[in-house]
């Protein structure tokens, strides 16, 4: 009988062909110097890429057991990580992990969380000093401060893609998400799981300047989804307590 699974890491992909092999043996190394690589998978969902990520990603999946490559249809960052967590759910593991591929992270500050797992069911890191484009960043600070005028909860970094998950604990979470699937669901389990009471530590964690690809989202559009993801935002404060209580059944 093969070996329970303790970990399986969510990893969104799109366009990202100049990095992403180099992205998931980084993981994949990285992960393998504390759990034996029978004991976790890396899930990568191609969403929809125009350029070779999709091909690269099946062709280094037959040199790496711990890859598992999954192709949609594009659906957006938002859609690719939910289901991502939906196909994570499926293999059972002990815990969900979700981060990008666009090489901004580095897979050793997983490790401060993975010591703390058994502390909390949900554990947020935090970009300390953040390299992305300088609107990107005011958007940002709008949308953290719009969660303490509506939700009156502060948290550091909402929808930061470097959380750690207990599986039974996301399963909880994305039957509450809001359905058609929102444009950043990562702000709505960040929420709900602090109105839970879970204490999501928000662990400094690297964030590196992006040196491949182009980000898919820029200045007028990425003020459109902010609007977006505010009206979601508050929409979803009508039935955030009755959710948070049935998240603590």
Partial sequence: MPNALELVVVIPAYNEEACIESVILHWIEGISSFIPKD???????????????????????GDHP?????HQLNGGH???????YKMALELQPAYVFQTDSDDQFIP???????????????????????????????ITRILKYSLVLIYGTYINDA??????????????LLEALPTPTPFAPNIFLSVLAKKSGENLFN????????????VSIRHFKLLQVCWQSFKEITAFRLNLNRLVRKIRQ
């Fill in 66 to 70: 711990n890859l598992i490559a999954k």
């Fill in 159 to 172: 929808n930061i893609p470097f959380r750690l998950f207990k599986t039974s604990f996301l399963k909880k």
């Fill in 108 to 138: 050793e500050d997983f490790q401060k969380f993975w010591v703390k797992r058994h502390e909390s069911q949900f554990i947020l890191g935090h970009r300390l000093v953040r390299h992305d484009d300088p609107f990107r960043l005011i």
């Fill in 39 to 61: 004991q976790f998978k890396i899930l990568v969902i191609n969403d929809g890429s125009k350029d070779q990520t999709g091909k690269i990603l099946d062709e280094i999946s």
């Fill in 78 to 84: 938002g859609n690719a990580v939910v289901n991502g």
């Fill in 203 to 214: 662990i400094p964690v690297t964030h590196k300047e992006r040196e491949t690809g182009e």
